[in-house]
């Protein structure tokens, strides 16, 4: 695969922040509309929006060397 440097997610929310309703999560930056359409989805699917504050998640679990 080719990798696009013009391409990706910016400007993203991050875990735990407080998010109004309509607000953007990230912008989206793609070559072509059906690539926006299917990374929109993908951001969709991955994310979870609800009342209440979730607790943040330890990214790092551990350091080797």
Do not use: F, N, Q, Y
């Given at each position: ?38 990374a929109e989805a993908a ?6 929006i609800g009342p209440d ?13």
């Amino acid at each position: 695969d080719v990798v696009d440097p013009a391409v990706g997610l910016s400007e993203m929310v991050r875990l735990g922040d407080w998010v109004e309703k309509g607000a953007p999560l990230c912008r989206i930056h793609a070559a072509r509309e059906s690539a926006a359409v299917a990374a929109e989805a993908a951001v969709l699917g991955a994310v979870d929006i609800g009342p209440d504050r979730r607790e943040v998640p330890e990214l790092l679990h551990e350091r080797v060397g």
